[in-house]
């Protein structure tokens, strides 16, 4: 069964940074894509997506500042998050993008404000 626990939210001020993982079992991250969703209200935004030949996706808001990465014999996702912003506050999940979309995990928090 797929398992997704992600960490390292926490509180920032405004310009900082954090680094944010997902760890995973059952899941092959040479045939599964993998990305970062967040949520701050309503639904769930797909941020981040990273192929298993490492093409990324990023809205055109956050290209420059969150970097996704992996470490695919760890089969842990990481998002690289810097220069955040008041409106980065959310609760940030890690899943694999469709059509290999599966269950969530609990999320982790971050909350960007001074």
């Known amino acids: 069964q797929v398992q997704l626990m992600e960490s390292g939210g926490g509180s920032v001020q405004p310009g900082g940074s954090l680094t944010l993982s997902c760890a995973t079992s059952?899941?092959?991250?040479?045939?599964?894509?993998m990305g970062w969703y967040r949520q701050a209200g309503e639904g769930r935004e797909l941020i981040s997506r990273l192929t298993p030949a490492g093409h990324t996706l990023y809205p055109s808001s956050l290209k420059g500042r969150f970097t996704i990465s992996a470490d695919k014999a760890a089969k842990t996702l990481y998002l690289q998050m810097n220069s955040l912003k008041a409106e980065a506050t959310a609760v940030y999940y890690c899943?694999?993008?469709?059509?290999?979309?599966?269950?969530w995990g609990p999320g982790t928090q971050v909350t960007v404000s001074s």
């Open positions: 899943n694999a993008p469709p059509p290999d979309f599966g269950s």
């Open positions: 059952g899941i092959d991250f040479t045939i599964n894509a």
